[in-house]
């Protein structure tokens, strides 16, 4: 347990007077801005919206440059920013169906209809460090050879894996008839376990994105059975609509850069259900495709005690990851070890003391026996 | 499957489905084309106004569907400005605009209103929603021309000879 403790003000101020001077860096180097770091940092910026929870690169490149680029104190910062915000309702479900899709692959289907389209990735780059960019004045940006550019538009593209399973291989995310259920929301009320997996599924798209990450490691690895594919991973803009009060129809607010990504596990199947291919779904902001493929994965493990799977390993226990994933209140925790602790650690080393002196004692009479 | 809430899919009348159409084209303008193109508009007098709501930023919760079709989830926020006028004539105007933009979310309820006002109806559709519209196709058919020159085809690999 920490203490409180006085004093130090002085201290304090010049502490955080010497971290903006650290932030600033060399003074005769140009100082970086907020719009740079928007549109030249994006993948950090993505980072930081998911994990901060707020659509807002603005606000996410200003977090960055006032963290000095360190993405967990950035999200903190971001997710302070949003308490100070009123709730604007809630959206309608966004409808990533007809996303403008900018990029679009599948590990599983190589002929799906409207093709793969690559996209901006660094998939497929050497990983040579480009001392271009070093250089002094920018690499040129080589033009797109028109030669390959497709004439064909690239039309709001049908979901992969609903396209392909007219022999009921795969489970369907919806039944025909289901209505929609309004979500708990964990912004609102806290997580109750088991959670619904509309909530784990919220948890996980603001989780961290390394913690997520190695828990899909490791349910590829053999932490849980598995098996993923994915099925279909897509990146684009969609509108977001809202209902006014005002109005009572849906109006278009903006859009927002969206990747979602599907992935396709295999099941055995169990007394109520032939075996099939299960699904884990995942979603994030911007182009964030490694989080949104760790989100598929570990939403899928932890649907384990749903499907009648053996519960073995924490990427399958939804308290484990679900109460881990955070890392603003992982960070807190950890951090708060380098408050004061003086009178807690005070009273342990007098307990280890005495301790030592009763065994020392206990020797002694032993040895003069 | 894309499904969208009764709400939303209620049958709109041409009225409705015509003011549902600016609103979304001014919300999804970038501020610098919405001020240009505001700036430019000649009004036959300069509009009279007060606000409803003055503008205001709040977060809206996005909802995704489990699956992409399934159930709804929360899936995060996404910071919103809001603004409601009324016109000396006495029509509302209103706006809902994804980020922070005070300024975004006055000129959209503004020509909202007068968007409603026979007077200016007209003038605005043609010098400022078209207009705007056509930005907004036009950036959507760059951006897809760039993604279709990433198209890959890994059906049509040559095998052999034909």
């Not at chain 1, 403008?100 to 599948?106: K, P, V």
């Not at chain 1, 899928?300 to 053996?310: H, V």
């Not at chain 2, 959507?140 to 059906?155: H, I, N």
Request: glycine share 6%; net charge negative.
């Amino acid at each position: 347990m920490y203490v409180a403790v006085k004093g130090g003000e002085k201290a304090i101020d010049n502490a955080h007077a010497l971290m903006r001077k650290t932030r600033r860096g060399d003074e005769s180097i140009t100082e970086l801005t907020v719009e740079q770091i928007r549109e030249q940092l994006p993948l950090a910026v993505d980072r930081v919206m998911n994990e901060g929870s707020v659509y807002d690169p603005e606000l996410a490149a200003l977090a960055l440059k006032q963290a000095s680029g360190d993405a967990v104190e950035a999200i903190f910062l971001l997710r302070a920013y949003r308490t100070t915000l009123p709730r604007i309702g809630y959206s309608e479900p966004l409808d990533t169906e007809a996303m403008q899709i900018e990029r679009r692959i599948s590990g599983t289907f190589k002929d799906l209809p409207g093709g793969q389209v690559l996209g901006s990735t660094y998939d497929y780059t050497h990983r040579l460090l480009d001392f271009t960019l070093l250089a002094e004045g920018e690499a040129p940006i080589s033009a797109l050879d028109p030669e390959t550019s497709d004439e064909e538009t690239l039309d709001a593209c049908p979901r992969v894996l609903e396209l392909l399973n007219k022999e009921g291989l795969i489970e369907q995310s919806r039944e025909a008839d289901e209505a929609d259920h309004t979500p708990a929301d964990l912004t609102r009320e806290p997580v109750n376990y088991p959670a619904e997996r509309a909530v784990r599924l919220q948890n996980l798209v603001r989780g961290d994105e390394g913690f997520l990450l190695s828990l899909s490691y490791a349910s590829m690895r053999g932490y849980g059975d598995s098996h993923p594919f994915a099925g279909e991973l897509r990146s684009g803009r969609v509108n977001v609509e809202l209902v006014p009060e005002e109005l009572g129809f849906a109006i278009e607010i903006g859009d927002l850069f969206l990747t979602e990504c599907e992935m396709v596990n295999q099941f055995h199947g169990n007394k109520n259900q032939p075996p099939q291919f299960t699904r884990g779904y995942g979603l994030a902001f911007g182009r964030s495709e490694r989080k949104a493929m760790s989100v598929a994965l570990v939403e899928r493990s932890l649907r384990a005690e749903e499907l009648g799977e053996e519960v073995l390993y924490p990427n399958q226990d939804q308290e484990f990851v679900l109460s881990h994933s955070d890392c603003v209140s992982a960070n807190g925790f950890v951090s708060h070890l380098k408050l004061p602790h003086y009178v807690d650690f005070q009273s342990e080393l007098e307990m280890i003391r005495r301790l030592r002196r009763e065994i020392a004692a206990a020797t002694d009479e032993e040895n003069n026996k | 499957m894309s499904v969208t809430s009764q709400q939303a899919n209620a049958e709109l009348t041409p009225e409705q489905a015509s003011r549902k159409r600016w609103i979304g084209i001014l919300a999804k303008a970038e501020l610098k084309d919405l001020q240009q193109h505001w700036q430019a508009l000649v009004l036959p007098a300069a509009p009279e106004y007060q606000f409803i709501r003055k503008p205001e930023t709040g977060l809206t919760m996005l909802r995704g569907r489990i699956g992409g079709s399934g159930q709804p989830f929360n899936m995060g926020e996404m910071t919103v400005t809001r603004c409601a006028l009324r016109l000396a004539s006495g029509t509302l105007g209103l706006s809902y605009i994804a980020g922070r933009s005070k300024e975004h979310a006055i000129t959209a309820a503004l020509a909202d209103a007068l968007l409603q006002e026979e007077r200016t109806a007209e003038l605005l559709e043609s010098a400022l929603i078209n207009p705007l519209d056509e930005i907004q196709q036009a950036a959507q058919a760059e951006r897809m021309r760039e993604a279709s020159s990433t198209k890959v085809d890994f059906f049509t690999m040559v095998r052999g000879e034909d």
